[in-house]
T-cell receptor, first 114, second 114 residues
């Protein structure tokens, strides 16, 4: 199993551009989520999904969209990039929706918005 | 909303010395509690978790943590630190109906000196 994969690893955007961060898992996990990591703030939840066709907002959803058309994929879309979205983005997945299930994290995407 | 506090931003210990990383949380009921480790440029790896039962939990890489309800704490310990333990450590609490929405502390960077 490849686990949780994220592409790209690095990305530079100009303010106002849009892009999609890709996340895929091959473990047949129901639950997937996106976090952003900023220095001194730990990780903060952006959006999550408890299954295909079901998504919900986390702590910091503004400026981001998600969809879950398949169990495997959970892309994160930046509609109009802003410098405040410069961050490292992590995707995570787990087998079930219960907190008792371990969440597996991808390697991250480092995004810079100029 | 729940919150997690890691009071120490940086900790330096000598190789072979013992380690304790502090974590305090705010939550009314018994929380889902986690410790993750992040090596530079990598994703997060779960060290251990607590949901219920024995308040002393064992994890991977020789780490353990103790849940103390009276102190709202979940401190991470290791009796003898190795140079390879140098990394950033995050305490997290599971929020929401299923405990799957993680709220992270700001992290503690561990440096190991030889």
């Amino acid at each position: 199993n490849a686990g949780v994969t994220q592409t790209p690893k690095f990305q530079v955007l100009k303010t106002g551009q849009s892009m999609t961060l890709q996340c895929a898992q091959d473990m047949n996990h129901e639950y997937m989520s996106w976090y952003r990591q900023d220095p001194g703030m730990g990780l903060r939840l952006i959006h999550y999904s408890v299954g295909a066709g079901i998504t919900d907002q986390g702590e910091v959803p503004n400026g981001y969209n998600v969809s879950r058309s398949t169990t495997e994929d959970f892309p994160l879309r930046l509609l109009s990039a802003a410098p405040s979205q410069t961050s490292v983005y992590f995707c995570a997945s787990s087998y079930g929706i219960s907190g008792v299930n371990e969440q597996y994290f991808g390697p991250g995407t480092r995004l810079t918005v100029t | 909303a729940q919150s997690v506090t890691q009071p120490d931003i940086h900790i330096t210990v000598s190789e072979g010395a013992s380690l304790e990383l502090r974590c305090n949380y705010s939550y009314g009921a018994t929380p889902y509690l986690f410790w993750y480790v992040q090596s530079p440029g990598q994703g997060l790896q779960l060290l251990l978790k607590y949901f219920s039962g024995d308040t002393l939990v064992q994890g991977i890489k020789g780490f353990e943590a103790e849940f103390k309800r009276s102190q709202s704490s979940f401190n991470l310990r290791k009796p003898s630190v190795h140079w390879s333990d140098a990394a950033e450590y995050f305490c997290a609490v599971g929020e929401g109906e299923y405990g799957n929405k993680l709220v992270f502390g700001a992290g503690t960077i561990l440096r190991v000196k030889s």
